[in-house]
């Protein structure tokens, strides 16, 4: 687990320098992933129907739910790589 915790750790810093900007179906999984890995399953109620940009990140996170943190985590340093990342 700590190498999969310094994997992750350092694709959290290599996502700002990618190559490339993310569009934003990969900013919304990278975002998702990073949120189950580090906070758990979605919680709280869904953003308000004017809340584009949060009912759109809320409803990426929520469609990964019960996913477990490790494999959060390795799906996030995966996503990176795939982005063009260096981990």
Same mark, same amino acid.
């Given at each position: 687990?700590s190498d %999969?915790k $310094?994997?992750?750790?350092a694709?959290?810093?290599v996502?700002k320098? %990618?190559? *490339?900007r993310? #569009?934003? #179906?990969?900013l919304?999984q990278? !975002?998702?992933?990073?949120k189950?890995a $580090?906070?758990? #399953?979605v919680s ?5 129907f004017f809340? %584009?940009?949060g009912?759109a990140?809320?409803?990426?996170w929520?469609k990964?739910?019960? %996913?477990?943190? *490790?494999?959060?985590?390795?799906? !996030?340093?995966a996503?990176?790589?795939?982005l063009?990342g260096k981990?």
């Open positions: 687990m %999969l $310094t994997q992750f750790e694709a959290t810093k996502v320098d %990618l190559p *490339e993310p #569009d934003n #179906d990969q919304l990278l !975002y998702a992933h990073y189950q $580090t906070a758990g #399953d709280g109620s869904r953003p308000g809340d %584009l940009a009912r990140k809320y409803d990426a929520d990964i739910k019960s %996913l477990g943190a *490790e494999d959060a985590m390795k799906e !996030y340093v996503i990176v790589q795939k063009g981990v």
